[in-house]
Protein backbone atom coordinates (compact mmCIF):
# COMPACT_ATOMS: atom_id res chain seq x y z
CA UNK A 1 0.00 0.00 0.00
CA UNK A 2 1.10 3.62 -0.65
CA UNK A 3 1.09 5.64 2.40
CA UNK A 4 2.37 8.82 1.15
CA UNK A 5 4.21 10.75 -1.37
CA UNK A 6 7.95 12.32 -0.86
CA UNK A 7 8.79 15.34 -2.50
CA UNK A 8 12.28 15.62 -3.89
CA UNK A 9 14.26 17.31 -1.52
CA UNK A 10 12.46 14.74 1.31
CA UNK A 11 13.57 11.86 -0.94
CA UNK A 12 16.91 13.23 -1.32
CA UNK A 13 17.20 14.00 2.74
CA UNK A 14 16.30 10.48 3.37
CA UNK A 15 18.87 8.69 1.57
CA UNK A 16 21.40 11.09 2.84
CA UNK A 17 20.80 10.54 6.39
CA UNK A 18 21.10 14.68 6.17
CA UNK A 19 19.48 16.25 9.32
CA UNK A 20 17.69 18.85 7.62
CA UNK A 21 14.75 16.29 7.18
CA UNK A 22 12.28 16.39 10.55
CA UNK A 23 12.19 13.66 12.95
CA UNK A 24 8.36 13.46 12.02
CA UNK A 25 9.02 12.55 8.91
CA UNK A 26 11.71 10.15 9.33
CA UNK A 27 9.58 8.54 11.91
CA UNK A 28 7.07 8.69 9.29
CA UNK A 29 8.93 6.85 6.92
CA UNK A 30 10.84 4.36 8.91
CA UNK A 31 7.18 3.17 10.22
CA UNK A 32 6.16 2.46 6.44
CA UNK A 33 9.18 0.58 5.68
CA UNK A 34 8.58 -1.53 9.16
CA UNK A 35 4.97 -2.23 8.19
CA UNK A 36 5.96 -2.71 3.93
CA UNK A 37 4.56 -0.44 2.66
CA UNK A 38 5.66 2.42 0.06
CA UNK A 39 6.34 6.02 0.04
CA UNK A 40 5.62 7.11 -4.02
CA UNK A 41 8.23 9.23 -5.24
CA UNK A 42 6.95 11.25 -9.10
CA UNK A 43 8.70 10.62 -12.05
CA UNK A 44 8.94 14.32 -11.77
CA UNK A 45 11.29 13.87 -8.97
CA UNK A 46 13.63 12.15 -10.58
CA UNK A 47 13.71 14.54 -13.22
CA UNK A 48 14.31 17.21 -10.96
CA UNK A 49 17.55 15.16 -9.40
CA UNK A 50 19.21 15.21 -13.07
CA UNK A 51 19.14 18.63 -12.52
CA UNK A 52 20.33 19.20 -9.10
CA UNK A 53 22.65 16.90 -10.28
CA UNK A 54 23.76 18.98 -13.45
CA UNK A 55 23.79 21.99 -11.18
CA UNK A 56 25.97 20.55 -8.50
CA UNK A 57 23.16 20.51 -5.77
CA UNK A 58 23.43 17.01 -5.00
CA UNK A 59 25.82 14.35 -4.93
CA UNK A 60 26.29 11.63 -8.29
CA UNK A 61 25.47 9.32 -5.35
CA UNK A 62 21.88 10.24 -4.24
CA UNK A 63 20.23 9.37 -7.54
CA UNK A 64 22.38 6.06 -8.24
CA UNK A 65 20.78 4.95 -4.64
CA UNK A 66 17.27 6.10 -5.67
CA UNK A 67 17.77 4.34 -9.23
CA UNK A 68 19.07 1.25 -7.56
CA UNK A 69 16.15 1.11 -4.91
CA UNK A 70 13.58 1.56 -7.58
CA UNK A 71 15.00 -1.19 -8.86
CA UNK A 72 14.57 -3.22 -6.33
CA UNK A 73 10.98 -5.38 -6.33
CA UNK A 74 10.51 -4.89 -2.31
CA UNK A 75 11.64 -1.40 -2.78
CA UNK A 76 10.29 0.91 0.05
CA UNK A 77 10.11 3.41 -2.57
CA UNK A 78 7.90 3.40 -5.56
CA UNK A 79 7.77 5.55 -9.29
CA UNK A 80 4.48 7.08 -9.77
CA UNK A 81 4.69 8.00 -13.67
CA UNK A 82 3.26 11.20 -14.66
CA UNK A 83 -0.07 10.60 -16.65
CA UNK A 84 -3.98 11.41 -17.22
CA UNK A 85 -4.93 10.68 -13.79
CA UNK A 86 -1.93 12.85 -12.63
CA UNK A 87 -2.86 15.30 -15.07
CA UNK A 88 -6.51 15.37 -13.78
CA UNK A 89 -5.36 15.65 -10.61
CA UNK A 90 -3.25 18.77 -11.22
CA UNK A 91 -6.05 20.73 -11.97
CA UNK A 92 -7.14 20.29 -8.23
CA UNK A 93 -4.13 21.64 -7.11
CA UNK A 94 -4.45 26.04 -6.73
CA UNK A 95 -1.55 27.17 -9.19
CA UNK A 96 -1.54 30.30 -6.97
CA UNK A 97 -0.66 28.49 -3.89
CA UNK A 98 1.93 26.43 -5.33
CA UNK A 99 3.59 27.93 -8.42
CA UNK A 100 6.44 25.59 -9.17
CA UNK A 101 5.14 23.45 -11.63
CA UNK A 102 7.33 20.09 -10.42
CA UNK A 103 6.04 20.96 -7.18
CA UNK A 104 2.52 20.95 -8.13
CA UNK A 105 3.03 17.75 -9.96
CA UNK A 106 4.35 15.69 -6.87
CA UNK A 107 1.30 17.76 -4.74
CA UNK A 108 -1.02 16.03 -7.39
CA UNK A 109 0.38 13.03 -7.43
CA UNK A 110 -0.20 13.24 -3.59
CA UNK A 111 -3.94 14.08 -4.46
CA UNK A 112 -4.63 11.63 -6.76
CA UNK A 113 -3.30 8.68 -4.48
CA UNK A 114 -5.21 9.83 -2.15
CA UNK A 115 -2.25 10.14 0.22
CA UNK A 116 0.07 12.67 2.79
CA UNK A 117 2.38 14.69 0.93
CA UNK A 118 5.87 14.53 2.73
CA UNK A 119 7.59 18.07 2.26
CA UNK A 120 8.98 20.58 4.24
CA UNK A 121 8.37 23.15 1.69
CA UNK A 122 6.08 26.43 3.00
CA UNK A 123 4.07 26.89 0.21
CA UNK A 124 3.00 23.81 -0.20
CA UNK A 125 1.58 23.03 3.97
CA UNK A 126 -0.11 26.40 3.19
CA UNK A 127 -2.12 24.90 0.76
CA UNK A 128 -4.78 22.58 1.56
CA UNK A 129 -2.67 19.86 0.28
CA UNK A 130 -1.96 17.29 3.37
CA UNK A 131 1.34 17.09 4.40
CA UNK A 132 3.71 15.48 6.88
CA UNK A 133 7.06 17.26 8.18
Not at 71 to 92: C, G, K, M, Q, Y
Not at 97 to 106: C, E, K, L, T
Request: aromatic share 6%.
Amino acid sequence: MIAAVADTHALIWYLGADTRLSVAALEFIENVAKRGDQIAISAISLIEMVYLLEKGRIPSQRFSQIASELEHPNSLFVEVPIDLAVARALTRVDVFQIPDMPDRIIAATAVHLQVPLISRDRKIQLSPIETLW
